[in-house]
C-alpha cells in the first residue's frame, strides 16, 4: 500500500513538471515569442499586447485539465465524485471560514516577514511575477477572473485528483494533504524570478495546501476548496498590484503568458 502512494506520488511530479514545461519552455526566447505576438495580432483582431496574457492563459488551463486527465486515470479517481458536494450550511460555514482562515494565516506571515524585514515590497514582489504583470494589462473585469479561473484549475488538479488519487492509493489523509501540498507549492514556485516572489508565494501556496487540503478531505469535494482558492488567488493578484510601492511594469518577454 505504502509502494502505491509513493509510486502514484512520482507520477504526479513528472506530470506536474510536464505540465510547466509544455506551458513555458515554447515561448521561453524572446524572439519566438515576438514573432507569435505579432503573427497573432495581424491575424485578429487582438491588440498585441493582450496575446499572451489571453494565449498563455488559454495553454496553462488546458494543459492543467490534461494533467488532472492524466492523473485521474493513473490514480483512479471517481473525478465526477471529487466534483460533487452536499451542500448544507454547515458546508457553507466551513468555506467561508477557510476563506478568512487562509487570508489571516497568510496576513500573519507577511507580518512576521515585515517584522524581520520592514523595507521589503511584497506587494510589489507579487505584482512584478510575470504572469502577474501579464494578467494586469488585461481589461479590468479580466484581472479578476483569469487568476480565479487558472486557481480553479490548479485546485482541481492539486486538491481534486492528485489528493483523491493518493487517498485511493491508500495514504493517511495528513500525508495526502502534506503531499499534494508540497508538489503544489513547488509548482508555483517554479513561476517565480526572484526570491522574495518565490518566498512570498511559497508561504501562500502552503496556506493554501494545509486549509484547501483539510476543508476538502471534510467536505469530501474539492468544490469548497475551489472557491476559497478561487477568491485568494483573484483578491491578491488585484490588490498586490494596488499595493505595490514601485508599480508593476510592462509584460517581460522571456515567459509565456
Known amino acids: 500500500m505504502t509502494g502505491q502512494v509513493w509510486v502514484f506520488a512520482g507520477l504526479s511530479v513528472v506530470v506536474t513538471a510536464a505540465w510547466l514545461a509544455l506551458y513555458r519552455l515554447p515561448f521561453a526566447d524572446p524572439r519566438r515569442r515576438q514573432r507569435i505576438r505579432l503573427a497573432v495580432a495581424s491575424r485578429t ?18 494543459l492543467g485539465l490534461l494533467a488532472a486527465a492524466v492523473l485521474a486515470w493513473l490514480g483512479d479517481v471517481d473525478v465526477v465524485g471529487v466534483l460533487s458536494w452536499d451542500v448544507g450550511w454547515a458546508g457553507i460555514g466551513r468555506t467561508l471560514l477557510a476563506v478568512v482562515g487562509a487570508s489571516a494565516l497568510t496576513s500573519f506571515a507577511m507580518s512576521l516577514l515585515y517584522a524581520f ?40 488538479v492539486f486538491r481534486g485528483v492528485l489528493l483523491a488519487g493518493l487517498l485511493v492509493a491508500g495514504a493517511p489523509a495528513w500525508l495526502a494533504v502534506v503531499v499534494s501540498g508540497l508538489i503544489f507549492t513547488t509548482a508555483q514556485v517554479l513561476l ?18 494545509l486549509v484547501c487540503g483539510l476543508l476538502t478531505i471534510v467536505e469530501a469535494s474539492v468544490l469548497p476548496a475551489l472557491l476559497v482558492h478561487a477568491s485568494f488567488a483573484g483578491y491578491y493578484t488585484n490588490t498586490s498590484a494596488q499595493r505595490a510601492t514601485v508599480p508593476a511594469g510592462p509584460p517581460q518577454m522571456r515567459r509565456p503568458g
Open 117 to 156: 524585514a520592514p523595507r521589503v515590497d511584497v506587494p510589489g514582489a507579487v505584482s512584478g511575477v510575470r504572469w502577474v504583470q501579464e494578467i494586469l494589462v488585461l481589461p479590468r473585469r479580466w484581472r479578476w477572473s483569469v487568476p480565479m479561473i487558472s486557481a480553479a484549475v490548479e485546485e482541481f
Open 45 to 62: 483582431s487582438l491588440p498585441a499586447k493582450y496575446v499572451f496574457p489571453i494565449l498563455g492563459t488559454v495553454i496553462y488551463l488546458a
Open 192 to 209: 517565480t524570478e526572484q526570491r522574495l516572489q518565490a518566498f512570498v508565494l511559497a508561504v501562500s501556496s502552503v496556506v493554501l495546501s
